[in-house]
């Protein structure tokens, strides 16, 4: 049985608490920790959206959601109790109206933790920062949470980290990566800093190459407005691959805090060999899905469910070289996608194959050591290795796998990214969340690739929903004589 520790009361304030996000993922992870009695006293959750609703619709719309997404974890004394925790504001984030109802509502709060969760579109962000200001509510110690996307390119991310930062100080800004939030994500840490086994052998001395693939097998569905302008190298790329990216090169931490992790993934984004034009051309694919079939089911490609012509690529797969002694010559092969043939995070870290073979010929290929991390699903780690097949007489070679399944081992319910992260904010731990300069690290990194797209305005390469993305995508990696990483569980 995990150790719950509760956390001090609070008042959660959710901006665009009417949407998709806080309604599929963010009350059901505060549901999920106030049934584990980690939230605790008169803590409260502030629902605040445009939306005229009164306080008992809001929540019968969140009951409706909630049943579907926390599935058998419902249970009716639970959902009363957690109902009693919220409450419903209606505020214009862009005008004058609702504003003095939310600064009504913090009014009787007492000495709670306050949480602004900014769970809208981008643009809003700053004005709801200066309203929370001229409001009175954005005290000292209050914390603001940022959802991602922060900002579509370097300029705009600056203007929102000024705007933000004009009201509250980095200290008390939570910019959400939620891939960081992942069990298995905290686990890669557990694997290389809490094991003496690896890191010798973490260096380009060892390793040939880094996969990282994050497949999805949805489409853009409702959020075609948002994705046409994004993309998945700024949807996906600019924050979690790259973030993953980080978590297996950076150097070891002094400590697992704030400020020593943040800096050494820093130093990873700043040593990223930058992508001029020539090196988009031919390192990186972009593709889009046409028409295909995914889990038995005809779907449609993206432009139909986007009704016009669009080049934004919904996969993209890219090599990308870190210029630093550890990873010089190593090579990392990132890959994400819509409507793939299977829903896969995984990291595949190549090593290098043996030296020497003692064998003869006859005992078989020795296939060089390959560490899975899956993230989901079946999250776990798998070593291969070559072992000997069993029995007498001569001496065969066989790969085989030791596999730590962590459902197996631990038993207990994987809990969503968001719920731990919710949780950092208000302990006031920001260790799992992006600084200022790491975004715009990254944006940096990324913005050559942008204006080279755009440059150029070549349309992503097609490929059938359902499968594994664009032909040239298996090239990219077969030209280096490697191959992507797609064996079955
Ligand atoms: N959905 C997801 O899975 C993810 C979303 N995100 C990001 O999170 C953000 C929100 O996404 P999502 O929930 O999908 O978006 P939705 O369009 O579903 O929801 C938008 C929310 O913002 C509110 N809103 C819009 N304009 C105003 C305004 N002027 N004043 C007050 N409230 C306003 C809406 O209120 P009302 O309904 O009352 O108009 C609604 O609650 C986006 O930036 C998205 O990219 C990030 C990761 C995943
Ligand atoms: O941030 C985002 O992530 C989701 C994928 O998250 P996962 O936890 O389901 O792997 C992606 O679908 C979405 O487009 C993107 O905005």
Redesign the pocket.
Known sequence: MAQIIPVAPFDYVV????????L??LLPALYHRHQDQQITGPSRIIA????ALSRDAYIAKVLEWLKGQVGSDFDEATWAAFADRIHYVA????GDAGWPDLAAALADGGSKVRVFYL????D?FGPICRSLKAAGLATPDSRVVL???IGTDLASARKINDEVGAVFAEQQIYRIDHYLGKETVQNLLALRFANSLFEPLWSSAWIDHVQITVAETVGVES?AG?YDKSGALRDMVQNHLLQLLCLVAMEPPRQMDKDAVRDEKLKVLRALKPMKAPDVLSSIVRGQYKAGASRGEGVPGYLDELGHESHTETFVALKVEIQNWRWAGVPFYLRTGKRMSEKVSEIAIQFRPVPHSIFPADAGVIDPNRLIVRLQPNEGIRLHMMTKEPGPGGLRLRPASLNLSFAETFKIRNPDAYERLLMDVVRGNPTLFMRRDEVEAAWTWVEPILETWERRAEPPKPYVAGTTGPAAAIALIERDGRTWNEEAE
């Open positions: 901006f665009g608490g009417t949407g998709d996000l806080a599929r993922k605040v959206a445009r939306s505020v214009d984030a862009t769970a809208t579109a981008p809003l959802e991602k996307p959020r948002y």
